[in-house]
């Protein structure tokens, strides 16, 4: 097994290379908006690094966001190209599954919050019973109208410390990390785990007003 | 067609329609175009996220309709080219990573190219290698140029261009004063067909004696045919809706011409070339041919199919570095929204 991860989903665009033992290679770098540059280079970068060659892939996994659309975009096109052309699977991954899991929380710890920057005063987030299990979300909001419930709870990511005096307390990691979503792609694979599909979540319907009636140019 | 000749594939994504076309040299193999025309319509124009939307998800499949028509696989293909710029940053940045992840995935080089440029080689697929130098009259809904082109490779100068409204835009515009629908280019195009273009006398931008030779101003006729068609409605009477459309279709193309025909004999340019969607317009071709033939200057005209948007332009246009030994472009290009018409190549 060979699989390459990578999300574009915050302003990390970060690459990761997993043998299926281990993570082999990785490249992050954090730009919010030079993902569509940085990215091919980063997956150049880590094959190079790990001295493996593009024909190796057996899959990729992509962060599906939720995510600022346009770097989750470069990620989803750029997944969709590579397993078109290698003829090899693309696997979705909510990218907050991806910053839960590099957490690495038991359940022991009680449920968490994992939050990413939506822009617009806005969090996207979802709730976490561990490191593996989701139970709420993702969604959408400003971070002081979730449901006390939520919004009481320790957070994690850069939409947590965003609004930091909505959660009970906030911590790294900040961004996603392609390690994370490829060792809990990686997991998946061997237990059978569902994936979903490389479809980006969007979770907004795209800013458009039908306009309105015909304005005359000529005052009445 | 030559089997030495290079087979590209062309990426385009720059506006409402995902183009992905396939050609071998100067042999147009593919012309494949999804268009999400159709989602923008309520809008009254395009709308950037749901292009860029569209455009993800009729990728995949429209280069499959692509090497499907063409009758090549994906091994087959020697080169990528993509639009890089100008248009709509969100909807260049799908085309861009997808021309990406193809090279880099099949090992190939990938051209990033200029979308104007393209348009203007695009006729090499119609009607054999450009002619050097030649002029370009490039008109859509985004574009209003004049361009001097030596060598459409890497030499593109800019004449003139509007300095306000696109052409194709000021067809879209009348037609929603005319109550038409979007877009309105074909609408106005047919409507003007049962109309008299000399009924009304609409005002000929920047056509004075010391206005910019070669720039276009569109924005003063558009509100003059909003003024012309408010003042008969106030009145009481009904507005002639195809003598309206003529007359504003010929406003619009009489100045495209004879700013065309002037840019050629001013620089010595027996070529004439027309590109842009707005040269799907059948009475701009009628009158370009005209006045060509009267000023002795060649007229070379896509079909119209070829004029709009679409891939095929830039894998033409992508051959033709190639051919020209052009060096590819790097794996970091970026989507330029803005790329000037003279950078041919990112």
Same mark, same amino acid.
């Given at each position: 097994?060979?699989?390459?991860?990578?999300?574009?989903?915050?302003?990390?665009?970060?690459?990761?290379?997993?043998?299926?033992?281990?993570?082999?290679?990785?490249?992050?770098?954090?730009?919010?908006?030079?993902?569509?540059?940085?990215?091919?280079?980063?997956?150049?970068?880590?094959?190079?690094?790990?001295?493996?060659?593009?024909?190796?892939?057996?899959?990729?996994?992509?962060?599906?966001?939720?995510?600022?659309?346009?770097?989750?975009?470069?990620?989803?096109?750029?997944?969709?190209?590579?397993?078109?052309?290698?003829?090899?699977?693309?696997?979705?991954?909510?990218?907050?599954?991806?910053?839960?899991?590099?957490?690495?929380?038991?359940?022991?710890?009680?449920?968490?919050?994992?939050?990413?920057?939506?822009?617009?005063?806005?969090?996207?987030?979802?709730?976490?019973?561990?490191?593996?299990?989701?139970?709420?979300?993702?969604?959408?909001?400003?971070?002081?109208?979730?449901?006390?419930?939520?919004?009481?709870?320790?957070?994690?990511?850069?939409?947590?410390?965003?609004?930091?005096?909505?959660?009970?307390?906030?911590?790294?990691?900040?961004?996603?990390?392609?390690?994370?979503?490829?060792?809990?792609?990686?997991?998946?694979?061997?237990?059978?785990?569902?994936?979903?599909?490389?479809?980006?979540?969007?979770?907004?319907?795209?800013?458009?007003?039908?306009?309105?009636?015909?304005?005359?140019?000529?005052?009445? | 067609?030559?089997?030495?000749?290079?087979?590209?594939?062309?990426?385009?994504?720059?506006?409402?329609?995902?183009?992905?076309?396939?050609?071998?040299?100067?042999?147009?193999?593919?012309?494949?175009?999804?268009?999400?025309?159709?989602?923008?319509?309520?809008?009254?124009?395009?709308?950037?996220?749901?292009?860029?939307?569209?455009?993800?998800?009729?990728?995949?499949?429209?280069?499959?309709?692509?090497?499907?028509?063409?009758?090549?696989?994906?091994?087959?293909? =020697?080169?990528? +080219?993509?639009?890089? $710029?100008? %248009?709509?940053? &969100?909807?260049?940045?799908?085309?861009? !990573? *997808?021309?990406? /992840?193809?090279?880099?995935?099949?090992?190939?080089?990938?051209?990033?190219?200029?979308?104007?440029?393209?348009?203007?080689?695009?006729?090499?697929?119609?009607?054999?290698?450009?002619?050097?130098?030649?002029?370009?009259?490039?008109?859509?809904?985004?574009?209003?140029?004049?361009?001097?082109?030596?060598?459409?490779?890497?030499?593109?100068?800019?004449?003139?261009?509007?300095?306000?409204?696109?052409?194709?835009?000021?067809? =879209?515009?009348? +037609?929603?004063?005319? $109550?038409? %629908?979007?877009? &309105?280019?074909?609408?106005?195009?047919? !409507? *003007?067909?049962? /109309?008299?273009?000399?009924?009304?006398?609409?005002?000929?931008?920047?056509?004075?004696?010391?206005?910019?030779?070669?720039?276009?101003?569109?924005?003063?006729?558009?509100?003059?045919?909003?003024?012309?068609?408010?003042?008969?409605?106030?009145?009481?009477?009904?507005?002639?809706?195809?003598?309206?459309?003529?007359?504003?279709?010929?406003?619009?193309?009489?100045?495209?011409?004879?700013?065309?025909?002037?840019?050629?004999?001013?620089?010595?340019?027996?070529?004439?070339?027309? %590109?842009?969607?707005?040269?799907?317009?059948?009475?701009?071709? *009628?009158?370009?041919?005209?006045?060509?033939?009267?000023?002795?200057?060649?007229?070379?005209?896509?079909?119209?199919?070829?004029?709009?948007?679409?891939?095929?332009?830039?894998?033409?246009?992508?051959?033709?570095?190639?051919?020209?030994?052009?060096?590819?472009?790097?794996?970091?290009?970026?989507?330029?929204?803005?790329?000037?018409?003279?950078?041919?190549?990112?």
């Amino acid at each position: 097994m060979l699989l390459l991860a990578f999300d574009t989903a915050t302003p990390a665009v970060t690459v990761a290379l997993h043998d299926g033992s281990r993570v082999v290679s990785g490249c992050t770098q954090i730009d919010a908006r030079r993902h569509g540059e940085l990215l091919v280079p980063g997956i150049v970068t880590a094959l190079a690094d790990a001295g493996r060659d593009r024909a190796e892939l057996s899959d990729i996994a992509v962060g599906v966001g939720p995510g600022p659309y346009t770097g989750l975009r470069v990620g989803l096109m750029t997944a969709r190209a590579l397993g078109d052309a290698l003829g090899i699977p693309v696997h979705g991954v909510c990218t907050l599954d991806a910053l839960a899991y590099a957490t690495g929380r038991t359940a022991d710890q009680g449920p968490f919050v994992a939050a990413t920057d939506a822009r617009r005063k806005e969090v996207y987030w979802a709730r976490y019973a561990d490191a593996r299990t989701r139970l709420e979300g993702p969604g959408v909001d400003r971070a002081a109208d979730i449901a006390d419930g939520v919004a009481g709870l320790p957070a994690f990511g850069a939409g947590a410390a965003l609004y930091a005096e909505s959660f009970a307390s906030v911590a790294g990691p900040e961004h996603v990390d392609a390690a994370a979503l490829a060792e809990l792609a990686v997991e998946r694979l061997k237990n059978g785990g569902e994936f979903l599909p490389p479809e980006p979540l969007y979770l907004r319907r795209p800013d458009a007003k039908v306009p309105a009636n015909y304005k005359p140019v000529t005052p009445n | 067609m030559a089997a030495d000749e290079p087979l590209v594939l062309g990426i385009e994504t720059s506006c409402d329609e995902t183009g992905v076309g396939i050609v071998r040299g100067t042999t147009l193999l593919a012309d494949a175009v999804a268009s999400s025309v159709d989602e923008h319509a309520r809008f009254g124009g395009v709308v950037p996220e749901v292009a860029s939307r569209a455009h993800l998800e009729a990728m995949v499949p429209t280069v499959h309709r692509a090497l499907k028509d063409a009758g090549v696989t994906m091994a087959d293909i =020697d080169a990528i +080219a993509v639009t890089s $710029g100008p %248009g709509l940053a &969100g909807a260049l940045l799908v085309g861009v !990573a *997808a021309a990406k /992840g193809y090279a880099m995935a099949l090992d190939k080089p990938v051209y990033g190219v200029n979308h104007l440029a393209a348009h203007v080689c695009v006729d090499q697929l119609e009607h054999g290698r450009l002619p050097e130098p030649c002029m370009a009259l490039l008109v859509s809904g985004g574009h209003s140029s004049l361009l001097l082109v030596p060598d459409v490779t890497s030499d593109v100068r800019p004449l003139g261009s509007t300095i306000d409204d696109a052409a194709g835009e000021a067809f =879209d515009k009348v +037609a929603r004063v005319l $109550g038409l %629908g979007f877009p &309105g280019g074909p609408i106005i195009d047919r !409507a *003007a067909r049962d /109309g008299d273009a000399d009924a009304i006398a609409f005002p000929r931008g920047l056509t004075g004696p010391r206005d910019a030779a070669y720039d276009f101003s569109f924005s003063g006729l558009k509100t003059a045919v909003a003024r012309w068609v408010e003042a008969r409605e106030r009145a009481g009477h009904p507005v002639p809706v195809a003598d309206v459309a003529a007359s504003f279709q010929e406003a619009v193309v009489d100045v495209l011409t004879r700013k065309a025909i002037r840019a050629c004999r001013e620089n010595g340019v027996e070529h004439l070339l027309l %590109g842009g969607g707005v040269a799907a317009n059948s009475r701009l071709r *009628a009158l370009a041919a005209e006045r060509c033939e009267a000023a002795g200057v060649s007229l070379r005209v896509p079909r119209p199919k070829l004029c709009t948007d679409n891939g095929a332009m830039v894998a033409a246009l992508g051959a033709e570095m190639v051919w020209r030994d052009r060096a590819p472009s790097m794996l970091d290009i970026p989507a330029d929204s803005s790329m000037p018409v003279t950078v041919t190549q990112a």
